[in-house]
């Protein structure tokens, strides 16, 4: 073995070329070459088909060996070594039994997951980081799985799976195993640049440098670097980070290090190198997470998608990609399957009438005769029941629920009712009682599960059958009665979804013994209803099965005939009593045939194992009942099994025979138990479904019946529901073992699963349909489910029916093999058609368990099931894990899993979820229960402790990317005041009324001077404080005063000249509005600056020290406390305070007269800096001319209607903008009074804003969105206090939120809702626009029509266009317009690329032209050039004289059918968003606000989102609001819901604390903090998912 490894490595380097081969290629085909690259890189070809192509193109420069497809050599190479495992190998080792997890293993199986693995290079996949609390011990750093070599081979470097001689582990460690052990110890080069090779063989890598392939492919990736350098820039890096940023990609997308000898053409892009993790822009490349995210990127699968098709895109409608048919997909080409017979059923002679006939029978004639052993948990038999004890007790039973409980004199029950049998699993003595006393009252019995608690998984399913049979007794044990959860009455509580029920106690006790002269009734076996069986459905709903009489004692006859039950024989049973198999043949047929039952309880099986199998040894057992996870126990359990001896069998049934992993299970238990004399030949799967009772099983040897039959069927055929014998890949294999022959009496067919039941092909699968005495009635209540299941007519494919009698489905998805036997490949309910192929959640499961199973997997426990997502099925796997595994094993675990199933089943994983042991909801038995866990899955209620999201590989279902269409030209465009046909979308405020007394004044200083003169004592401004007092007040010769001696000490203390710039660092109050004077006086530019937080310097100083740098201060102005502040020892921690420039504090200013107040020479000089942080994290500073500063104030003052006689509050923060305005400028301009209110002191009093607005009744009030979020939250359910304390806004005309993005109208609608009952208006609740370029745009003011709000189609806005839709249409987005344009404002609505105007109801940007414009960015970069068309930009065709500035914000004009007080149709503006957060994603436009919402909605424990792109990844941040358990259940219910609304793949959720999300003092949620705080590592993450 070890020479055939040894030739191979010899095969490989001989086809080596020499790199001057490599140089040789003819241009043409390295063109070739560079397309297919690019085609891949687009999606528009499979991996698959890319090799096929590349390898075709290069086959003639690779000299070949003996006519060897060169694309072959690779799997000849993984066959021989797998094969080549010498037989130390640890899976060759024959191991203690005990070790193997053999339920559900077949070798074949395991095998071939092993080698399906062995093939992938181990993929690099960046781990999930969890915070350290929540990790169980590995350390993250050490959870990075190494890189097993630098190269990725999905950014198409051309270089395959294991082509590259030692970078391949199987030359070094011919076992798999040893590799992937080594890779879990593996190095730690978590860096997604790191060193070529991580694994010992590293050095000898170039001396046998890769095959030719890998040779010319590393050739290809830097002659034409061009096509992959970097991926578009998205983040808005500058230039010089592109560069640095291209260099690492360069070298992340596979330029070794190791390979730069070959030739100089191999250095990277631009001949720096990033693999040692340089830093990029303040970015640490090695940082944790953006390493991670290259890594991610670097893995990310090309999605398989077929090639896209031409096809029509509707003009709004984005279609989604729809899965065509692959032509080459195999096709049934059988005949037509005929109808299968079973045998005739036999006449036997003393055939009784009716099974009670047979009870009657033998409980007189052998009452001594035991019928029921059952045992306690230790396996002792505890109670023998014998056949007089069952006929006596039933008979007991019967006569008192008939003649003893009545309600008013009126019997209880009646003939026919339907009664509840509640036992315990390990008291079957009490239900065969119960079950033959209520077929002897001519009572229905229903048998259910014991409900432990109020909310057992599936318990309220329960409810609704019980509800629906009419059920109003139940039947229990006395201590199953006292185990219930009771009520506070005591008695036992009601159920949620059940009806109310009498519990009744079988107990001796409470029973009666009948009068001699009563016999009970003894008919022969009718059509009437004997019992109702359970069964939940895929979807968890619960189904009541009838059986009649007539049908019971059949199939008591036919499992007779077919098992060849004897009189007086033993039979060990492990199922469950109360339903299927172990109903039918342990309490049923056994009585027919006073045959004695040993009934095995779980409870025993849980404690031992072996239980069942030393009962058969003890009572020598002729047969056998049990599933696979029985045998399977019982393997794992040996240390008591030397002294049993199974050669008493005749048969060992098992019951679930038709799993496919049934067969591993049964080989294995046979090569443990043959040698304690278990005959292979007793082995006889059946299969059965609650419907068609037992369909098929296999005889027993004694019958003459054909050997069983194995067929080893490909996986990718019956995917497609064909037959297929495997012969070539041994991989993808399904291997199942018949379940015998069709049931006595009975017809079988196959036929079409869904639609018309068209008999199947002989080689296709289908739904197994059997007709039959012997089947179940009907759905209990449902009629038209039964018309479809019960009474189904399969007909021939010239649609003529197979027979008269209707035939009952399955649910068994099967074939008819050779033999005439039957197999089972799967369960309808387990069937999950992804695209168009049907897949089977049995095998998922099977193939998961392979990897490893013992190891990982807690008791094989595994739930598989799809969810719909974007229209299509998309796999979920739900695993319990070991609890003493490692993080490490887990996600080595999770990438092997999704390998296999992608490898054996060629389906991708949707999601892979992991949880602690134990915490699936468990059926009654112990199984998983599915639909509850799936329930679980959808509704964010799993608590996974580790995740993996595969959406980039699983949908491929996406609609095209939108490719832009070409813009109409100019010309062909605008006619008059129409652009194609529509209004240009252009709308201007009310002209600049005449001028006012005061409006002489163009300086603000000489408006306050007048103001002092004229009307000194006049009080303009009123502060509060947290108690809601007044803190100071102001008047107009207050201020004035307090400004000239600013201006002294400005000019004395400060030496300061004309022009220059001083910082104003103040707490929200007067002495900032007073300062801001005194500036002016002075002729100095004053810039306001937010204080920093003394509990918080770090963050906030280096804000403060950037403005007055950048803003070129020369003196900053503030308190003795900030000023003791910005020099203290923590401010040195966070900035150099040495470099401050000079601080002066004004608490104590000397009482001078200022000589003379200073004029400027013309308005259009500078009077303030307004600096403001965006967004999107610039900073930047607008200049403000002393024209448009007193502009700004007139056109406020007209739309709102200023006097000297108005109060109006504003609680706003003063620094910029609107709030800058409204708090220093606009009362000395109009004269009225503002009542300050300061937002920081509404933390420790919330109703302080509405009780001022209250107590001073003022009309007009200004907020932010986050003081409304907190009153919103703060006082929602305090209303009525506030009342009582006669909070009242009804005096409130106009409460405007100052903004800088599209209207909040939820939170202001809900700010509406809740304080409507202290008299706010519906009417009154506004929302202004400003923005750096113009601060107030609009503004509602007092006049003028209510705001309006539209419905738009969110799917048009990403293409930019506006589709207006009615209320609640799907995906309908509310635009609320942002209140009424100032006057003289004028707006008009500009494309963004062609900069030509547009129609009404256009989407474009916002541009806008007015007298109190900010002139222009002031910034220290001099990049003014980069923004000059912010400020001055013309139309591109129209009117092109004006001069408009740039708002950098998307929105729309809409004419409404409202008039203006000026009598004109009133224009309404619609602000959508900023451009400058907008991502450009698949073709589209997105704005992060929409994807945001979407989130917020998915689970209640999402507290806030934010979402950004990093190298066209999206990433969504979501604040967790709960226990830190529920972090990961937020992955998928995220990734769902942006994929359901959006059409897009999120490629990282990160789930981080409340308050994480950084938030301006606007209420705006700052991004791109977020997304440096993310990728720096400094957001302290719960959990961060990296979806694959």
């Not at 017979?341 to 409980?363: D, I």
Request: net charge neutral.
């Amino acid at each position: 073995m070890a020479e055939r490894s040894s030739t191979g490595l010899m095969m490989m380097m001989m086809v080596e070329p020499s790199p001057a081969l490599a140089l040789t290629l003819p241009a043409e085909v390295r063109e070739k070459l560079a397309e297919l690259e690019l085609e891949l890189s687009e999606g528009d070809i499979t991996q698959k088909g890319y090799e096929k192509k590349r390898g075709k193109l290069l086959a003639p420069y690779i000299p070949q060996i003996q006519g060897v497809d060169p694309s072959l050599q690779v799997d000849h190479r993984i066959q021989a070594s797998t094969q080549a495992a010498p037989p130390t190998s640890k899976h060759n080792k024959p191991r203690a039994a005990n070790s193997r997890d053999e339920r559900f293993r077949s070798d074949l199986h395991t095998e071939a997951v092993q080698a399906a693995l062995a093939k992938y290079k181990e993929r690099k996949m960046p781990m999930p980081s969890k915070r350290r609390s929540v990790l169980v011990q590995s350390s993250v750093e050490a959870c990075t799985p190494p890189d097993t070599s630098s190269a990725s081979e999905d950014e198409g470097s051309l270089r395959r799976q294991g082509r590259v001689a030692s970078s391949s582990p199987y030359q070094a460690h011919p076992t798999v195993e040893h590799w992937f052990n080594r890779v879990i110890q593996g190095s730690s080069t978590s860096s997604s640049a790191s060193s070529t090779s991580s694994h010992p063989g590293g050095r000898s890598h170039n001396a046998t440098a890769g095959s030719a392939a890998t040779v010319l492919a590393d050739l290809m990736a830097h002659t034409q670097l061009d096509n992959h350098c970097a991926p578009p820039d998205v983040t808005g890096l500058s230039e010089r980070s592109l560069h640095g940023e291209r260099s690492q990609v360069a070298s992340v997308r596979g330029l070794s290090r190791g390979y730069t000898h070959t030739s100089s053409t191999m250095e990277t892009a631009d001949g720096s190198d990033a693999g040692d993790g340089g830093a990029i822009d303040g970015v640490p490349v090695n940082s944790r997470v953006s390493s991670k995210i290259q890594q991610l990127l670097n893995t990310l699968k090309r999605p398989k998608r077929p090639p896209l098709r031409e096809f029509f895109v509707d003009d709004f409608e984005e279609l989604l990609d729809v899965q065509q048919p692959d032509p080459n997909q195999p096709k049934p080409e059988g005949v037509q399957m005929s109808p299968l017979h079973g045998e005739p059923m036999g006449v036997v002679t003393n055939r009784p009438p009716s099974l009670l006939a047979s009870l009657q029978r033998w409980g007189t004639a052998q009452p001594k005769s035991p019928c029921l052993t059952a045992l306690d948990n230790a396996g002792k038999p505890i109670y023998t029941l014998t056949y007089g004890k069952l006929w006596t007790r039933s008979q007991k039973l019967a006569y008192t629920l008939l003649n003893k409980l009545s309600t008013r004199n009126e019997p209880l029950l009646r003939p026919g009712d339907r009664v509840a049998l509640v036992f315990p699993n390990n008291d079957p003595v009490m239900f065969m009682v119960a079950f033959y006393g209520c077929l002897l009252a001519e009572l229905v019995p229903v048998p259910i599960e014991v409900p432990l608690t109020r909310k057992d998984a599936g318990s309220q399913q329960i409810g609704f059958l019980l509800g629906s049979c009419g059920v109003t007794l139940a039947l229990t044990t006395d201590a199953c009665q006292k185990g219930l959860p009771k009520a506070q009455t005591g008695e036992v509580a009601t159920f949620k979804g059940w009806p109310r029920l009498l519990w009744f106690v079988t107990d001796g006790k409470h029973v009666v013994k009948p009068p001699k002269d009563w016999i009970p009734p003894i008919r022969d076996a009718s059509n009437e209803t004997a019992y109702v069986e359970y069964k939940t459905s895929k979807e968890g709903s619960t189904m009541g099965i009838t059986v009649s009489h007539a049908a019971m004692l059949a199939h008591c006859h036919a499992l007779t005939q077919a098992c060849g039950y004897a009189e007086g024989e033993t039979i060990t049973n492990v199922l469950d009593f109360k339903r299927d198999a172990g109903l039918w043949h342990g309490v049923l047929t056994s009585v027919m045939n006073r045959m004695h039952v040993i009934s095995i309880p779980y409870s025993l099986m849980k404690v031992n194992p072996l239980s069942w199998i030393q009962k058969v040894h003890t009572y020598k057992a002729r047969v056998a009942v049990v599933k696979s996870r029985d045998m399977h126990w019982s393997l794992l359990s040996q240390k008591d099994q030397r002294d049993v001896s199974l050669g008493s069998l005749r048969m060992l049934i098992v019951a679930d025979g038709a799993n496919p992993w049934s067969i591993s299970s049964c080989d294995a238990f046979l090569n443990v138990f043959q040698a304690r004399g278990l005959r292979p030949e007793v082995i006889c799967p059946c299969a059965s479904s609650a419907e068609a009772m037992t369909v098929a099983i296999r005889r027993p040897p004694e019958m003459g019946v054909p050997p069983p039959g194995k067929a080893v069927l490909s996986m990718s055929s019956l995917s497609h529901s064909v037959i297929r014998v495997d012969t070539e890949e041994k991989l993808s294999v399904l291997t199942l073992q018949d379940v015998g022959q069709v049931m006595p009496g009975a017809m079988v067919c196959v036929v079409r699963p869904e639609g018309t039941p068209f008999l199947c092909r002989t080689d296709e699968v289908g739904e197994i349909c059997v007709s039959s005495c012997t089947t179940g009635i009907s759905y209990f209540g449902l009629p038209g489910m039964t018309k479809n299941v019960f009474e189904t007519i399969p007909v021939t494919s010239s649609g003529s029916p197979v027979s008269d009698r209707p035939f009952t489905r399955t649910s068994l998805l099967g074939f008819i093999g050779p033999d005439n036997l039957l197999f089972v490949v799967g369960k309808m309910d387990g069937l999950m058609v992804v695209s168009g192929r049907r897949h089977n959640a049995d095998d998922v499961v099977a193939t998961a368990l392979a990897v490893e199973p013992m190891k990982f997997v807690y008791r094989g426990r595994i739930a598989v099931f799809s969810v719909c997502v974007l229209h299509d099925e998309r796999i979920v796997v739900v695993a319990e894990q070991r609890p003493d595994a490692s993080e490490e094993d887990s996600f080595q675990w999770m990438s092997r899993v999704l390998q296999a199933i992608d490898s054996i089943h060629q389906v991708g994983v949707y999601c892979l979820a992991l949880v602690p042991a134990n915490t699936l909801p468990k059926a009654p038995l112990g199984g998983i229960h599915i639909s509850e866990t799936k329930q679980r899955f959808l509704e964010g209620a799993l608590h996974p402790c580790n995740v993996l999201m595969c959406p980039h590989t699983c949908v491929t279902n996406l609609p095209k990317p939108r490719q832009k269409q070409p813009e109409v030209g100019p010309a062909s465009m605008i006619v008059g005041n129409l652009v194609a046909g529509k209004r240009i979308a252009q709308a201007c405020g009310r002209d600049v009324a005449q001028l006012e007394d005061n409006d002489q004044f163009l300086y603000m200083q000489d408006v306050l001077q007048w103001r002092a003169q004229a009307t000194p004592d006049h009080p303009l401004f009123l502060l509060l404080n947290a108690k809601g007092t007044v803190a100071s007040t102001a008047s107009c010769v207050q201020i004035h005063k307090r400004a000239e001696r600013v201006a002294v000490a400005l000019m004395e203390r400060g030496r300061l000249n004309t022009g220059d710039h001083v910082a104003l660092v103040y707490p929200p109050g007067i002495d900032l509005i007073a300062t801001f004077y005194g500036c002016l006086y002075a002729g100095c530019v004053p810039v306001t600056v937010r204080p920093p937080h003394p509990q918080n310097l770090a963050t906030t100083l280096p804000t403060v020290k950037m403005i007055v740098e950048v803003s070129k201060s020369v003196c900053i102005l503030t308190t003795q406390a900030i000023m003791k502040l910005l020099k203290s020892k923590e401010a040195a921690a966070a900035v150099d305070v040495k470099t401050w420039p000079m601080v002066l504090d004004t608490d104590d200013l000397p009482r001078k007269k200022l000589p003379q107040i200073y004029k400027p020479p013309t308005p259009e000089m500078l009077a303030y800096l307004d600096f403001s942080v965006s967004t999107t994290g610039i900073l930047a500073g607008v200049k403000m001319s002393h024209a448009a500063t007193s502009a700004l104030c007139r056109s406020i003052k007209l739309q709102c209607e200023l006097y000297p006689s108005r109060q109006i509050a504003i609680c706003l923060d003063p620094y910029c903008g609107l709030g800058f305005a409204l708090w220093c400028l606009c009362s000395v301009y109009s004269g009225h009074q503002s009542i300050l209110v300061p937002p920081l002191e509404l933390e420790s009093n919330v109703s302080l804003w509405l009780s001022a607005v209250s107590q001073f009744k003022v009309r007009v009030t200004f907020c932010s969105y986050s003081v409304m979020e907190m009153c919103t939250k703060g006082l929602g359910s305090q209303t009525e206090a506030l009342r009582l304390r006669n909070v009242n806004l009804s005096c409130v005309r106009t409460c405007m939120v100052v903004a800088e993005e599209r209207p909040r109208i939820a939170l202001t609608q809900s700010f509406s809702k809740i304080f409507k009952d202290l008299g706010l208006s519906p009417r009154a609740v506004s929302t202004t626009f400003g923005c750096r370029v113009n601060v107030a745009i609009c503004l509602q003011g007092t006049a003028g029509p209510d705001p309006t709000t539209v419905y738009v189609d969110m799917r048009a806005l990403r293409h930019d266009r506006v589709r207006l839709v009615e209320r609640g249409s799907p995906h309908s987005l509310p635009l609320m317009e942002s209140g009424k344009i100032l006057p003289g404002v004028k707006v008009i609505i500009a494309n963004t690329e062609t900069k030509g105007p547009l129609g009404d109801s256009h989407l474009g940007e916002i541009w806008v032209s007015s007298p109190h414009n900010a002139t222009g960015y002031y910034t220290v970069y001099g990049e003014e050039a980069l923004h000059a068309d912010h400020f001055c930009t013309k139309l591109s065709f129209g009117d092109t004289q004006t001069v408009w500035a740039r708002t950098g914000y998307l929105g729309f004009l809409r004419r409404t059918e409202l008039t203006d007080a000026s009598g004109e149709r009133h224009d309404a503006l619609y602000v959508v968003g900023s451009l400058d957060e907008t991502l450009e994603l698949r073709g589209m436009r997105y704005h992060p606000i929409d994807i945001e919402t979407s989130v917020i909605r998915a689970h209640k424990s999402i507290a806030e989102c934010a979402v950004f792109t990093w190298t066209n990844l999206l990433v969504v941040v979501v604040e967790l609001e709960g226990s830190e358990q529920e972090a990961l259940d937020l992955v998928a219910l995220v990734t769902n819901v942006v994929l359901e609304e959006h059409f897009l793949i999120v490629g990282v959720v990160v789930v981080v604390d409340p308050g994480v999300i950084p938030i301006n003092s606007r209420g705006e949620k700052q991004r791109m903090h977020l997304r440096d705080g993310f990728l720096a590592d400094q957001l302290d993450p719960i959990y961060v998912a990296y979806n694959m």
